[in-house]
């Protein structure tokens, strides 16, 4: 099987590296101005562990396309990873011309974990048959992260002329995939094949977008707070975070269809988001905070993607949603939200 992951980052080098491990020829899709650091230089991969001591690895098996048109030439790819940001899809007109460049028979793996990304495939004429959804369940990150309290990447043994910026990551749970069974399960045996489990979820893999659902919120809260974890764990914001749950969750159920995922908000308490920010500052084995604060800022354009569209899916549903309204207007940072 050849993969082809769309960006080199944090998120597109774990998924090249597992591919490879379990037995996929690999490649990376980039810019030109990224390319040839990819060529020239190895990837290094840190994989953390909460129950003991890991090395970090060398990774140089893959291939760098850097244009469209290349896509097709020699054997072409069978799967097309897109590690990209939601925020990313929707920008330009890139998307069409990126999608007319796969082969009539490739599969099209969607990471993103926002309620609109399948819509952007389908819209630019992608078949749904041919299109493999996936949530990315762990966390990567160059290293070190801009003002880590602890170290836990590295020692690096190659010289740091041979090689790009080191990575670390963390697997957490099972990567879930859903979509046609003749293409979900390859991809989810070479992965497990690879060390990074995956599972194919028929039926209820919607009910995975209550996550983000839940994680918006306390992301803009905690962005509010400067990203302290402490600070938003004894900040007035909470209560209003744990209401414009609710909001997303009564969103994501009507776009769903899944009646039950707006009860899930009956299990988040203002007590329990604060218990659970310092709870994952002691049982992380990396400065969880350092990351989220780094990460998140990176992608800012798609928390407040994500913002707007459950604002106005709900406001085209007939939900009320003040408190979600309310804490968009407590981050400094977004005061020209639209009404």
Sequence with gaps: MRVLVVGAGAVGQVYAFHFWKGGAQVGFL?????AQDLRDKALVLHALSQFGQTKPVLFREYE???RLADIQQGDGWDVVVCTISSAALREGSWLGDFLASLGPNTTLVNLGSGLEDREQYLKAGFPRSRLVEGFITFSSWQAP??????????PIPWPEKDINKPLGYLKSSPLPF???????????????????????????????????????PVLVALEAEGWSFRALSQSP?????????????????KSTGIWWVPLMHLFIWTIGIRFFLLLLLWVMPFDFEAFTRYHFQKVGAQTKLYCDDYIREGRQAGLPMRDL???????????????
């Design 237 to 253: 914001l909470v209560p209003l975070a744990t209401r414009a749950i609710g909001d997303c969750l009564k969103v994501t159920g």
């Design 145 to 154: 992260l801009p003002g880590e309290k602890t170290h836990p990447v590295g």
């Design 64 to 66: 760098v396309v850097s």
């Design 178 to 216: 859903t979509g046609d069974p003749l293409r979900v399960t390859p991809i989810t045996s070479s992965l497990t094949q690879g060390g990074l489990w995956a599972v194919r979820v028929p039926g209820w893999y919607d009910a995975l977008f209550a996550l983000p659902a839940v994680a918006t």
């Design 325 to 339: 309204e309310r804490l968009t207007k407590r981050n400094p940072r977004w005061q020209g939200l639209k009404e």
């Design 30 to 34: 980039v810019r030109e101005k990224y």
